[in-house]
């Protein structure tokens, strides 16, 4: 069951009161499935791709936590440092199987809980919300690493969670119809996420794919300077209508930088540790085409979290807002970007959460 972004899940709650939900909140890591028939227990992403081999702990954590015969659906996060890290949680898909050992005892994942879709014999897919919540406390004892995710129709102690469960590195907050079933592939819930603006240098340029070079764009390379007026490559923008598109390989076309080695991400500094754009990962083998830009322009792009630290980078493809032409390209830094207070995700995996007063 999927759900689709609004920009005020609560204002929506307190004017449509035929709609009553269920909300909790929104975990960033991994959708998962499990299946348990016995002593066979299969992790499942959301795209049908087994788990197991990468979550061993996991594995070994639910027997204790769950009934004989039963199917959840949850979420696989890690935590490190106090908040949730996605980082962390991506480098559990190795394919070394000692590199996942490791991890495992290193950065050990939880599993968060928050549907029941099956138990015993029955399937429990059309029944309410509010009675698959029900069963799922009644079959889930909860364990160092399995937990049961909080859930409320207190619409001001869901606005609080909002505001408070961010600091704990969460995504925001979900809404389930409180009388509705389980829909598989269907949008039927309701999220709200957090965001926020940058002022970004554009860096660079990624034609679009299968067009000729400089006809479109595909995607525009961002950057922010940290406070050594290092320019460190943070994430893309993308997403334009077609005609804008080529509009954009026109103009910025006209940028390009016609002596690499003075681009800061090619020069002879690149190697100093900043982050640069498209290196060889585990998830593609080669690296990613782009052309450097002279840094004359800055964008204004909104993003709803960062990872990796400091310097970090956006979570997410960022959304193109506006240009900003009043904006100065050094004045584009890391010292804008939003901090939220920190909050204490293990009393968020426990459930000790109250609104705040």
């Keep these: 069951m999927l759900a689709t972004s609004v920009p005020d899940l609560f204002t929506r709650a307190d004017a449509d009161s035929g709609a009553e939900l269920v909300f909790e909140p929104k975990w960033d890591g991994f959708r998962c499935l499990v299946f348990r028939d016995g002593a066979e227990i299969t992790l499942q992403s959301r795209n049908g791709k087994p788990l197991n081999r990468y979550f061993p702990e996991v594995l070994a954590a639910l027997p204790a936590a769950l009934p004989d015969r039963v199917v959840l659906d949850g979420e696989l996060v890690v935590a490190r440092q106090g908040r949730l890290d996605f980082d962390a949680l991506s480098e559990r898909i190795h394919p070394a199987a000692s590199r ?42 909860p364990t160092e690493l399995v937990h049961l995710t909080p859930a409320t129709t207190d619409i001001a102690l869901a606005r609080s969670w909002f505001e408070l469960f961010e600091g704990a590195g969460l995504d925001g907050v979900v809404g389930k119809p409180a009388h509705g079933g389980y829909t598989p592939g269907r949008r039927t819930m309701v999220k709200v996420k957090h965001a926020r603006t940058a002022d970004c240098v554009v860096a660079g340029v990624r034609w679009q794919t299968g067009t000729t070079p400089g006809t479109a764009v595909g995607s525009l390379l961002l950057g922010l300077y940290d406070h ?130």
């Design 228 to 357: 050594a007026d290092v320019l460190h490559h943070v994430g893309v923008v993308g997403a334009f209508p077609a005609a804008t598109r080529r509009a954009l390989a026109d103009e910025f076309g006209a940028l390009v930088e016609d002596a690499p080695e003075r681009h800061p991400w090619l020069g002879p500094d690149a190697g100093d540790g900043r982050r640069l754009p498209g290196p060889v990962t585990r998830w593609r083998s080669g690296e990613l085409p782009w052309m450097p830009l002279r840094l004359e322009r800055v964008v204004e792009v909104a993003y709803d979290h960062t990872e990796g630290g400091y310097p970090g980078r956006f979570r997410h493809t960022a959304q193109f807002v506006r240009w900003r032409p009043d904006r100065e390209v050094r004045s584009c830094r890391y010292d804008q970007l939003d901090e939220p207070a920190r909050y204490d995700l293990a009393a968020v995996l426990r459930g000790q959460v109250r609104p705040s007063r």
């Design 100 to 141: 996942v050992r490791a991890l495992a005892e290193r950065t050990p994942a939880n599993y968060v809980a928050f549907d029941l879709l099956a138990t015993a014999e029955q399937a429990v897919l059309d029944e309410p919300t509010t009675a698959r919540r029900q069963a799922l406390l009644d079959a889930v004892t």
